[in-house]
T-cell receptor, first 114, second 116 residues
Framework: AQSVTQPDIHITVSEGASLELRCNYS??????LFWYVQSPGQGLQLLLK??????LVQGIKGFEAEFKRSQSSFNLRKPSVHWSDAAEYFC????????????FGAGTRLTVKP | GAVVSQHPSWVICKSGTSVKIECRSL??????MFWYRQFPKQSLMLMAT?????????EQGVEKDKFLINHASLTLSTLTVTSAHPEDSSFYIC????????????FGPGTRLTVT
């Protein structure tokens, strides 16, 4: 079965600084990959997704992610972080043969310093 | 589009009672709905998958008699926590998917359950 690892439990960045959140997956083929954001006490909002094609994916709120097959990674990036980006970020992977079977990473909590 | 709602957003119940959580897809028909559980500062754990008109498929370790799932229509799924205990206190999130919008699940805002 597929699995996801988010190595960083908590990251703190200054407002205006760049951001990269790491995500590594384990799956026997090219999976479907997602990044979600969750504000405290809220559900999940989809930031972006990768199914196929261009490995650099643009999402909402200025986020982008790059799929690197050789590294089994799908890292999330933002060039300039805003205070409102403080939240929990989840990477998720779904199997191609059963795209309803989605597995989530442990999450990375982002703190933004003024 | 693709809005999923949950009701209630927050519920407190006494130990031993049952509580029902509703998940609705507001602007699309959900052929499949999912129920997740999230403990504080942890990730989402899939509890079960349900298809409209069929019995839910539960993940290993999830008690099907305790967490009753009904997917009676293409827009409504319910999760009933029976004989709730304090250890059932958690954040429950549903999501909905459809064959017309494949490869993506749309998440509800979650329900905070506290069992006293």
């Amino acid at each position: 079965a597929q699995s996801v690892t988010q190595p960083d439990i908590h990251i703190t960045v200054s407002e205006g600084a760049s951001l990269e959140l790491r995500c590594n997956y384990s799956y026997g083929a090219t999976p479907y990959l997602f990044w979600y954001v969750q504000s405290p006490g809220q559900g999940l909002q989809l930031l972006l997704k990768y199914f196929s094609g261009d490995t650099l994916v643009q999402g909402i709120k200025g986020f982008e992610a790059e799929f690197k097959r050789s590294q089994s990674s799908f890292n999330l990036r933002k060039p300039s972080v805003h205070w409102s980006d403080a939240a929990e970020y989840f990477c998720a992977v779904a199997a191609v043969y059963n795209n309803n079977d989605m597995r989530f990473g442990a999450g990375t909590r982002l703190t933004v310093k003024p | 589009g693709a809005v999923v709602s949950q009701h209630p957003s927050w519920v407190i119940c006494k130990s031993g009672t049952s509580v029902k959580i509703e998940c609705r897809s507001l602007d699309f028909q959900a052929t499949t709905m999912f129920w997740y559980r999230q403990f504080p500062k942890q990730s989402l754990m899939l509890m079960a998958t349900s298809n409209e008109g069929s019995k839910a498929t539960y993940e290993q370790g999830v008690e099907k008699d305790k967490f009753l799932i009904n997917h009676a229509s293409l827009t409504l799924s319910t999760l009933t926590v029976t004989s709730a205990h304090p250890e059932d206190s958690s954040f429950y999130i549903c999501s909905a998917g459809t064959s017309g919008r494949s490869y993506e699940q749309y998440f509800g805002p979650g329900t905070r359950l506290t069992v006293t």
